[in-house]
């Protein structure tokens, strides 16, 4: 099975502070996508990217940078964390095509307070 | 932009039981449908998926699409236990860009 991991598992920060929240994935997948979960929500598109270097904009991409420096590293910045940012982000990962299957990290629970 | 929209928000049902979960879409160029699953505290995880319409079953699940309707679902025949989860809908335009849009969730209990 795929494996996709993220860190931290927890962080809290303060309103104002500088937060990067990791994903590795060891799968040779070339997507890669920064979801995030709220109740009432579902799953929110970030951004996301196909490759090494690529970087596209996803649903709700206003707070955040992204960056992905390698095939299996991508990574998610929030500079100036907001209390609305407050939220459980996933990482997930795919081969691509039109399978479309998602695989996905155990996710980071962030806390801006 | 596409909306997906899952019903019930809920479900309680005794164990045993059939459960039936909606999924309606908005962009009638969408191609692929699929149902993730996700248990407490875990990542969602793929359960089936379909592009064509009609049915299709894998062991307790089944799916139906109905592209002119807007429509997919999720048929769970002797619900267990084990299968409490948050339900997650989602639909793409199947090209290879991966990107899946999500509802909400139907939040599924079964009672022992």
């Known amino acids: 099975e795929a494996a996709v991991t993220q860190s931290p598992r927890n962080k809290v920060t303060v309103t104002g502070g500088n937060v990067t929240l990791s994903c590795r994935q060891t799968?040779?997948?070339?997507?890669m996508y920064w979801y995030r979960q709220d109740t009432g929500h579902g799953l929110r598109l970030i951004h996301y990217?196909?490759?090494?270097?690529?970087?596209q904009i996803g649903d709700v991409p206003d707070g955040y940078k992204a960056t992905r420096t390698t095939q299996e590293d991508f990574f998610l910045l929030l500079e100036l964390a907001s209390p609305s940012q407050t939220s459980l982000y996933f990482c997930?990962?795919?081969?691509?095509?039109?399978?479309?299957?998602?695989?996905f990290g155990e996710g980071s629970r962030l806390i801006v307070v | 932009q596409q909306k997906v929209q899952q019903s019930p928000e809920s479900l309680i049902v005794p164990e045993g039981a059939m459960t039936s979960l909606n999924c309606t879409f908005s962009?009638?160029?969408?191609?692929?449908f699929a149902w993730y699953r996700q248990h407490s505290g875990k990542a969602p995880k793929a359960l089936m998926s379909?592009?064509?319409?009609g049915e299709k079953e894998e062991g307790r699940f089944t799916i139906h699409l109905n592209k002119a309707s807007l429509h997919f679902s999720l048929h769970i025949r002797d619900s267990q236990p084990s299968d409490s989860a948050l339900y997650l809908c989602?639909?793409?335009?199947?090209?290879?860009?991966?990107?899946?849009?999500f509802g909400a969730g139907t939040q599924l209990i079964v009672i022992p």
């Open positions: 997930a990962s795919t081969a691509g095509g039109s399978g479309n299957t998602l695989y």
């Open positions: 799968n040779s997948h070339n997507y």
């Open positions: 990217s196909y490759g090494a270097g690529n970087l």
């Open positions: 962009d009638s160029a969408s191609q692929y």
């Open positions: 379909i592009f064509s319409n």
């Open positions: 989602a639909v793409s335009r199947g090209s290879a860009l991966g990107r899946l849009h």
